[in-house]
């Protein structure tokens, strides 16, 4: 699951800027809003962007691990 870390904390610290932007937007603090989006389309950016490129990786990794499960063979329980 290391593959989706990133774009996860990206996604944490989106929300985190909207809600500035949302107590900004309450406050009249419009000089916030200019650093605030630009960290939302920043991180925005980097989380599609690495999600993109390790999605591949983590549903091989997923398959692979599904794969393995499908293989092992439960041992027989017929002590009742």
């Given at each position: 699951m290391r593959h989706l870390a990133l774009p996860?904390?990206?996604?944490?610290?989106?929300?985190?800027?909207?809600?500035?932007?949302?107590?900004?937007?309450?406050?009249?603090?419009?000089?916030?809003?200019?650093?605030?989006?630009?960290?939302?389309?920043?991180?925005?950016?980097?989380?599609v962007r690495d999600l993109r490129c390790n999605w591949p990786a983590f549903r091989e990794e997923m398959r692979q691990r599904s794969a393995e499960r499908a293989r092992i063979s439960l041992p027989a329980d017929d002590t009742h």
């Amino acid at each position: 699951m290391r593959h989706l870390a990133l774009p996860f904390y990206c996604a944490a610290v989106v929300g985190l800027l909207m809600a500035l932007i949302a107590r900004a937007i309450y406050t009249d603090a419009g000089s916030l809003f200019p650093p605030f989006g630009a960290g939302v389309v920043f991180f925005t950016w980097c989380g599609v962007r690495d999600l993109r490129c390790n999605w591949p990786a983590f549903r091989e990794e997923m398959r692979q691990r599904s794969a393995e499960r499908a293989r092992i063979s439960l041992p027989a329980d017929d002590t009742h």
